[in-house]
C-alpha cells in the first residue's frame, strides 16, 4: 500500500536530559539530532512497517532543510513538494522519566499552497494522513482540503491527527474543531485532551485514543500498552502508532509504539 503523509518535516534536536535543568548552569543531557515532524515521523515508521511512503510538505532551501531531507530518504521515504525559505526546527526536551515537551519553530511547512499540490502525487495513494499541525493556519489548511479532495477521488481512505491540544487551543479552538469537521476524516487519532477539544461533532468517526502507558482505544476496542524494557522518549511514540494502525490495525500499532519508546527521536 502507498500511505501519503501531509504536513511538516523538521529538523529535530533531541534532549534527554540527565536531571533537573541547572538555571544558569550546565545540565548533562544526551542529545541528538534527526529528521522529525509529525507527518514525517508517520511516513518514516509506514516505510520502516512495509508500506510504501511518500511525504508532501514545504521544505527549507537551507542546510536543515537539507538534513531533514536526506535523513527521510535514507529512511526509504519519497518526498514531493516545494523547496524554499527556512526548514522548521524543533527543540525537544525529554526528561529522565522519558517525558518530553517541545519547543517549535515549523518554518517554511506552514505556506505550502493549494496550488503546490499535484494531483498525481496522490494517483496511487491508498490512505492520505493529515498532520493536525498542516490545519491550524492559512494557505497550508488550503493545501490539505485540495489533497483530501485528491485522494477521495482515487478512492483512498483519510485520516487526520489532531496533533497538540495546546497548538489547537492557540489557534483557535472553534475553527480548528469546524475545519476538522469539514475534511470527513475516516479515521481521527488524538489523546484525551485533544478529543475533549473536537469530539462531539465528529462523534461518527473511528477515533484511536491514545492513552500513553495506558495503551490505546481502537474505536472503543481498548488495547494495553505492550511491555518495555525501558521508556527512553516517548517523543514520536503516537505517530510510531498511527503509522501502525495505518499498515496493520492495533497489533502493529502498539508494536511501533513501543519500539519508538525505547529509542531517542522520533523516527524508526
Not at 488524538?190 to 500513553?212: C, F, H, M, S, Y
Amino acid at each position: 500500500m502507498l500511505v501519503c503523509a501531509l504536513g511538516d518535516l523538521t529538523l529535530d534536536f533531541v534532549v534527554r536530559l540527565s536531571g533537573p535543568i541547572a538555571v544558569e548552569g550546565d545540565t548533562d543531557a544526551e542529545i541528538v539530532l534527526a529528521p522529525g515532524g509529525q507527518a514525517a515521523n508517520v511516513a518514516a515508521w509506514a516505510a520502516s512497517l512495509g508500506a510504501s511512503a511518500r511525504f508532501i510538505g514545504r521544505t527549507g532551501d537551507d542546510e536543515a532543510g537539507s538534513m531533514a531531507r536526506t535523513g527521510l530518504r535514507e529512511r526509504g521515504v519519497d518526498l514531493v513538494g516545494p523547496v524554499d525559505g527556512r526548514n522548521g526546527l524543533i527543540c525537544s526536551l525529554v526528561s529522565p522519566e522519558g517525558a518530553r515537551s517541545m519547543a517549535s519553530d515549523r518554518g517554511t511547512a506552514v505556506e505550502l499552497r493549494p496550488e503546490d499540490i499535484e494531483a498525481a502525487w496522490l494517483d496511487s495513494c491508498d490512505h492520505l494522513f493529515v498532520s493536525g499541525y498542516a490545519l491550524m493556519r492559512e494557505p497550508v489548511r488550503s493545501a490539505a482540503t485540495r489533497a483530501v479532495g485528491l485522494a477521495r477521488s482515487n478512492g483512498a481512505q483519510v485520516s487526520v491527527d489532531l496533533a497538540s491540544w495546546s497548538a489547537i487551543r492557540d489557534s483557535g479552538a472553534d475553527a480548528f474543531r469546524e475545519f476538522v469537521v469539514e475534511l470527513e476524516p475516516d479515521v481521527v487519532f488524538a489523546n484525551e485532551d485533544e478529543q475533549r477539544i473536537v469530539q462531539g461533532p465528529l462523534a461518527a468517526v473511528t477515533w484511536i485514543l491514545k492513552l500513553g502507558a495506558r495503551g490505546c482505544s481502537f474505536g472503543g476496542d481498548d488495547r494495553e500498552a505492550q511491555p518495555v524494557d525501558r521508556v527512553v522518549d516517548t517523543t514520536g511514540a503516537g505517530d510510531a502508532l498511527a503509522a501502525g494502525y495505518i499498515v496493520g490495525g492495533p497489533d502493529l500499532a502498539l508494536e511501533a509504539a513501543s519500539r519508538c519508546v525505547q529509542e531517542l527521536g522520533a523516527m524508526p
